[in-house]
């Protein structure tokens, strides 16, 4: 719902909302916030609360630190682990210089403008999001060990299953923000587990998965564990994957192929970006997470994978991003690729429909492979013309230097 500034301070007055947190990410999509109380929210809205930049990866220096966040009234939500009396509610918020001008490094407007070219040429993009993540102990000081929470696996049952009531309560709390959640199960992996929703417009999409990873953590918290989104935490054990359902609309029934075809061309120049640490790469190549260039039908092992499905259903799924990627950053690149195939008719290669990790060599020939390593990745993101033209310069430096 669409709610206006003075609807929202409206509310924080009715409610008995003591404390507000203004929201917003740095740019590897790690939460922030600041808390104000009621009494600020005004100025909020009218000129920003300011923020020290410079204490914010890849915010930048000393020189320049002054930012200022501005609420966005459409995301207002309940913390629901928080008090009744004396609520806290959240609100995402964009990011500006004094003078007004947007910040270049703010990915949630990064993407806003994506989905305005979208829009532009007559295009729209949903994502859904399948975010996977193990469940750890703690240990006597109530630090994180890695050992997994049980020992289960793919959608076991309890008793094996000891996971399912984090999961679920994980659900019921994003339901009370205002969160669909589709499906959740154990995973294949001691203590993993997934959490799917259905798909939503991009920056809904984006939001929520920022958002979820925040529930998650705190829910496991509360419950005495620790939830680890890092993409291969245990040796030997499945990694944990951010698998990206991607459906468009807008044009004829070869948009979506076309877009796929986009996103296989410059999905080498935008690995960095989806995978943005050196595990990531450990992950990639084993356990269903894709390691070449292809895609098929219903088969896991591809990099995009078409599931069975028919009318609002039909979407394609991305296997290779992880949850170290910043989904703001991740959704609007692959916006800007799908946008590129659609306008200029960039046709996906011939479907590969062998199971590519008992594949012969005969098989695999000609395939190509995402980078090998984070270096590689960062070499063909700073030579792409294509990421150079959709960021700012001084961000795709950012993080090919770290």
Known sequence: MKYTPQEVMQYI??????????AFCDVHGTPKNISIMPHELERAFKYGIAIDASAIAGFGD??????????????ITVLPWRPEHGRVVRMLCSISHLDGTPFAHD???????AIADAAKAGHSFSFGSELEFYLFKLDES????TIPYDQASYMDVAPEDKCENVRREVCLALERMGIQPESSHHEEGPGQNEIDFRYSDALSAADNAVTFCTVVKTIAARNGLHADFSPKPISGKPGSGFHINISVKGGDDSVMHRTMGGILKHIPEMTLFLNPTEPSYQRLGANKAPKYISWSSDNRSQLIRVPAADGEYRRFELRSPDCTANPYLAFALLI???LDGI???IAPPEKSNVNLYTASPKDLWGLETLPLNRNAAAKTALSSDFVQAHLPQSLIEYFCER
Not at 107 to 113: A, V
């Open 13 to 22: 007055q009715e409610e008995d909302v003591k404390f507000i947190r203004l």
């Open 62 to 75: 000393e020189v320049h630190s002054d930012l200022f966040l501005h609420p966005d009234p459409a995301t």
């Open 107 to 113: 990915t949630r407007s990064i993407l806003k403008q």
């Open 142 to 145: 109530g630090e994180p060990t």
């Open 336 to 338: 800007w690729a799908g």
């Open 343 to 345: 306008q200029n008719n």
